[in-house]
């Protein structure tokens, strides 16, 4: 039987497909233990959004993980993770001097293999990042990506494309080891991939070794697994795919490795595995997240996805952000939307970044109304400041863009004009009395405020769990903290409540509204909120005068941070929210005079 190599992708794209990426690293290391036991040799192990997630939402060091997982993984297993080309692991681009930091501490920190890619297929975005990878002796993956495109769209993102992108790397003399074509959403076709595939194996020959990835999430995964084969296996054993483990296998994540082993049953291709053992690690994997929350979009099949191709790895991601401001019921809405923001963007592919950019402003195209917002990512990405798209964006929106956020179109490298991050970092740190280190130095780079908040010890975990109920979900005694029988006032939704909890099973006997406390009336004109949020930062106090224009304070949703700001020159009477505080389009922010 012909081999074909597999990557086990549970614990970084799985990871993120299924759970936001938001998962602890004490809680899945059995799990990669029992991987290595079956004989997986080859797993991916951060990178993309398990970065910055980590710090934002697991309270715990990217490093740190990668430390604890190579050493459980031991020394010779191939340590995979994901990089963006010139924003490597954040949203935004990076300098020159940070994407080298980048490659660096990931081979420090025990990684064998950066997979790097760039949303716009742009190559310039990946030659210096690709020259930093191979120069601190990592194996340097570069990638193609990949999507079917939105009815009644042409240009782009055919076989033809792809392969002319290849070309353009060969061409280039940008420095790689392996070739990967990658399509986050799961929406490309089989036979188009079989072409594409076929294509480049034709250019690249039987010895190269080439790489197809893909999600499950329209259904079509195992297809296009089966079409990838079938056009660019050789009897060399240089051919491979992404495979995951159940819990999170199938849907928005990657095909499961068992899945797979028996689509290629009666073929002359097989994957190099007892599968038995697999079923172990498997069930070793389930008992650990046992107790985290799966969104139920994360397992499903969404047969739209193809009209609006939103990655699995961003789809679970968005819609914990939503659940966590109270939007989740706006999905659908936002993902029809995502349609026409993927016409008149330029048809850069659906991954991170770009997959942020188009969710985010459909997000704001629902909630804030068609184009009354051009958000800063979507903004830049049409205005050229992220590289070359595909095909040139919509005039109208260029023109929107460059009126709302004061820019003018580039066509520049987008390194050019970017300034040295490391310096801008250390000072960050040193002016917050924080040790300067390389770590921290990319960790105040790449995570902004919130990563100088992580090593100030001020984040919290945010992590779903089944065990946990939210204030809402818990009882009213045991939102109150009761301990006992006995009487006890306790409010919801604002209202109290008198409650005389027995003896034994602690039941609630009888509930009354308790007398109503003074309210205190501020007189004034509010400030409210234009969209869902969560604060993440106060600029402004009661007592200060401020002018129209001015920052007050600042939303965040979907990654995208709104400033609200003075409608007039005014005096602040009150701010009726907290940094945290989740508010809802229309709530209260703040009272001016």
Known sequence: MKKVRFMDTSFRDGFQSVFGARVLTQDFMPAVEAA?????????????????????????????????????????????????????VALSQSPKDIIKLHATLFKKHGMTTIRNFDALNDIQNLEYSGECITEAGLHHQVCITLMDLPEECEEAHTAEFYLHRLKTILDSGLPYDSICFKDASGTANPQKVYDTIKGARKLLGDDALLWYHTHDTAGVGVACYLGAIEGGATKNNNFGIDLAKSPVCGGTSQPDIISMWHALKGMEWTIDVNIMKIVEAETVFEECMKDYFIPIEAKQVSPIIPLSPMPGGALTANTMMMRDTGTLHLYPQVIKEMTEVVKKGGFATSVTPVSQFYFQQAYANVTLGKWKKITQGYGDMVLGYFGRTPSKPDPEIVKLAEKQLGKKPFDGHPLEILEPGIPEATKILQENKLEVTDENIFIAYAC??????????????????????????????????????????????????????????????????????????????????????????????????????????????????????????????????????????????????
């Open 36 to 88: 290595v036991e079956a004989g997986i040799t080859h797993m991916e192990a951060g990178g993309g959004a398990r970065f910055q997630s980590l710090f934002f939402y697991c309270n715990e060091s990217a490093f740190h993980m990668m430390d604890t997982f190579r050493k459980i993984a031991g020394p010779d297993a191939n340590l995979q993770t994901l990089a963006r080309g010139i924003n490597v």
């Open 448 to 593: 902004g405020e919130k990563g100088i908040e992580f090593l100030q010890g001020k984040m919290k975990e945010n992590i779903r769990k089944i065990s946990q109920k939210t204030e809402a979900e818990a009882s009213p005694v045991q939102a109150a903290g009761a301990k006992g029988p006995g009487n006890y006032t306790v409010t919801v939704d604002g209202k109290s409540f008198n409650v005389s909890v027995a003896e034994g099973a602690g039941t609630v006997q009888a509930t009354a509204q308790a007398p109503s406390a003074p309210v205190l009336t501020i007189k004034g004109e509010p400030v409210v909120a234009s969209m869902p949020g969560s604060v993440t930062h106060i600029e402004a106090g009661a007592g200060d005068t401020v002018k129209e224009g001015e920052t007050i304070l600042v939303l965040e949703a979907m990654k995208m941070e709104s400033p609200v700001k003075a409608p007039k020159d005014c005096k602040i009477i009150a701010i009726e929210v907290a940094v945290g505080d989740n508010v809802k389009n229309g709530d209260t922010l703040a009272m001016i005079e």
